[in-house]
């Protein structure tokens, strides 16, 4: 009896899974069928290649150049500062703290909190001290305030690839006389390349795509930035000034400006996830 009752309980929530799996793969499919719908026929060169022009968000000429540049440096720059913070974070945690279980339980329901907060709420806060200090909106208070936010997001992610080093590996280490900093960046990070390549990923991902958190700190133009101190555009937000807009054409274009955005997301997962496998294929060999 109770071997046909597990039975029967395993074919339900197999079917229970199989029902889940199915709802979000359809959900996925109908956003990545209806944007590719609307946006690949407004989509050509000359809106890639070109700038906002005078009436553009009223159906006027020019692309969306600015915001696709703006949110490379905007990712591209949050990622680098949360990579330089994530990495000796986590390796601290699992190296330094190996022995220290309740204190690094504390230290990542911390991160967990921090990790739930929204993004509107580091943006708010970034804004509130830029008011404090007097500063205005840049693309270099767009980057803190992204790698603040993705911050907790990457060491978790790093956090739970370390842990899955051998207790083995840093019991020898220690045995043979070797500091724990060589073992947390000769074993522990080395070991852990495919998950840290995987949280880069990650993190990457939720940073191109916010528009919460540079919403108040970044600011929107149609130009390029040169330099740090200037204002910079996104995808995120001209997606969304595009779509208030009652004019079906600069609707269209905001659709064109997703596709976009999903086909640098794509790209990057594509990168990252070759990239674990090439060094998960190394490490097995």
């Given at each position: 009896?109770?071997?046909?009752?597990?039975?029967a309980?395993?074919?339900?929530?197999?079917?229970?899974?199989?029902?889940?799996?199915?709802?979000?793969m359809?959900?996925?499919?109908?956003i990545?069928?209806t944007?590719?719908?609307?946006?690949?026929?407004?989509?050509n060169?000359k809106?890639?290649?070109?700038?906002p022009?005078g009436?553009?968000?009223?159906?006027g000429?020019?692309g969306?150049?600015?915001?696709?540049?703006?949110?490379?440096?905007l990712?591209?720059?949050?990622?680098?500062?949360a990579?330089?913070?994530?990495?000796?974070?986590?390796?601290?945690?699992?190296?330094?703290?190996?022995?220290?279980f309740k204190?690094?339980n504390?230290?990542r329901?911390f991160?967990?909190?921090l990790w739930?907060?929204?993004s509107?709420?580091?943006?708010?806060?970034?804004?509130?001290?830029m008011?404090y200090f007097g500063?205005?909106?840049?693309?270099?208070?767009?980057?803190?305030?992204?790698?603040i936010?993705i911050?907790?997001i990457?060491i978790?992610s790093?956090?739970?690839?370390?842990?899955t080093v051998?207790?083995?590996?840093?019991?020898?280490?220690?045995?043979?006389?070797?500091?724990?900093?060589e073992?947390?960046y000769k074993?522990f990070?080395?070991?852990?390349?495919?998950?840290i390549?995987?949280?880069i990923l990650?993190s990457?991902?939720?940073?191109i795509?916010?528009?919460a958190?540079?919403l108040?700190?970044t600011?929107?133009?149609?130009?390029i930035?040169?330099?740090?101190?200037?204002?910079?555009?996104?995808?995120?937000?001209?997606i969304f000034?595009?779509?208030?807009s009652p004019?079906p054409e600069?609707?269209?274009r905001?659709y064109?400006?997703?596709?976009?955005?999903?086909?640098?997301?794509?790209?990057?997962?594509?990168?990252?996830?070759t990239?674990?496998?090439k060094f998960?294929?190394?490490?097995?060999k």
């Amino acid at each position: 009896m109770k071997n046909q009752r597990r039975k029967a309980e395993e074919k339900i929530f197999i079917q229970i899974m199989r029902i889940a799996c199915g709802i979000i793969m359809l959900v996925m499919g109908l956003i990545i069928i209806t944007i590719l719908k609307k946006g690949i026929p407004a989509l050509n060169w000359k809106i890639l290649t070109s700038v906002p022009k005078g009436g553009f968000y009223f159906g006027g000429e020019g692309g969306i150049l600015n915001a696709i540049i703006g949110s490379l440096y905007l990712a591209v720059g949050a990622t680098l500062i949360a990579f330089v913070i994530s990495t000796p974070t986590s390796l601290f945690l699992n190296v330094h703290l190996k022995k220290y279980f309740k204190l690094q339980n504390a230290i990542r329901l911390f991160i967990d909190v921090l990790w739930g907060v929204p993004s509107v709420v580091y943006g708010a806060f970034a804004f509130s001290v830029m008011i404090y200090f007097g500063l205005r909106a840049s693309l270099l208070a767009g980057i803190l305030t992204v790698s603040i936010f993705i911050s907790p997001i990457m060491i978790r992610s790093m956090d739970e690839s370390l842990k899955t080093v051998p207790l083995n590996l840093y019991e020898a280490a220690l045995s043979l006389g070797s500091t724990k900093f060589e073992i947390a960046y000769k074993i522990f990070f080395k070991k852990g390349i495919p998950g840290i390549a995987t949280a880069i990923l990650l993190s990457f991902g939720r940073a191109i795509g916010d528009a919460a958190s540079v919403l108040f700190t970044t600011g929107f133009t149609d130009n390029i930035p040169k330099s740090l101190t200037q204002p910079a555009a996104t995808l995120p937000l001209s997606i969304f000034f595009q779509l208030s807009s009652p004019i079906p054409e600069v609707q269209d274009r905001a659709y064109a400006a997703a596709v976009v955005l999903t086909i640098i997301i794509l790209l990057i997962s594509i990168t990252g996830r070759t990239i674990s496998q090439k060094f998960t294929k190394n490490d097995i060999k």
